[in-house]
């Protein structure tokens, strides 16, 4: 059996880069940011640039702090904050001692530093391939992997990896540790998101053995 994972929310964590950039980018420009605030708005399906808007920031000042957040979100500084979650690597091997096989799907803008990134947090060797599609076109490009091979599921946190795996009639797994909250995934339509990638392997492990 194959199995696809997404990278950031889903195996690693994403909150700490992405609100220490904003934050930072901001403060650049005399701007104060809540980052609570900003996060929680976030995590209900709205972008960095109209979770600003909603916090009293112009148009223009939005604009500019997002595009240096786009930017500069990816470069080595920033990836180096990114941490594994506390069951990532408990679960990982819980896949491979059963003989199942994994594949990396992420968006990432630059491959080979999240070779790099993988490398450094000590997950490269559980995939079997590991496959960087575009942020900007991430639907599409995730489609298209998933319809490659036969997979028995895909373990993800956002709408995008959702409506890739209904694109492609792929079992999906959602998880609420990243990017979208347990709310927002459920007004999807996700089927009971999980709190943990524990949560999603005792999932994927009972339907299997209810087979």
């Not at 195996?11 to 980018?25: E, F, G, S």
């Not at 994994?102 to 080979?112: G, K, S």
């Not at 995939?127 to 298209?144: I, M, Q, T």
Request: glycine fraction near 8%; hydrophobic fraction near 40%; include cysteine.
């Amino acid at each position: 059996m194959i199995y696809a994972f997404d990278l950031d929310g889903t195996l690693i964590t994403a909150r700490q880069r992405q609100m220490t950039l904003l934050r930072a980018v901001a403060k650049r420009i005399d701007v104060h940011l809540v980052e609570d605030a900003v996060w929680q708005r976030k995590r209900e399906g709205i972008s960095t640039w109209a979770a600003l808007l909603e916090m009293g920031l112009n148009e223009d000042k939005a604009k500019e702090i997002t595009s240096a957040w786009i930017q500069e979100i990816e470069t080595p500084y920033w990836l180096s904050l990114d941490t594994l979650f506390g069951d990532t690597v408990t679960v990982l091997d819980s896949f491979r001692k059963t003989g199942k096989t994994l594949i990396l799907l992420t968006a990432r803008q630059n491959r080979r530093l999240l070779l790099q990134q993988l490398s450094r947090l000590g997950i490269r060797d559980y995939f079997k391939g590991v496959e960087c599609v575009s942020p900007f076109c991430a639907v599409d490009e995730k489609s298209n992997v998933l319809s490659r091979h036969s997979f028995a599921g895909f373990v993800g946190d956002s709408e995008t990896d959702f409506a890739a795996a209904n694109r492609t009639g792929t079992p999906f797994y959602g998880i609420s540790t990243g990017q979208r909250s347990p709310t927002f995934l459920a007004g999807l339509g996700v089927d009971r998101p999980h709190s943990s990638l524990l949560e999603v392997r005792d999932a994927i492990f009972g339907a299997v053995l209810d087979k």
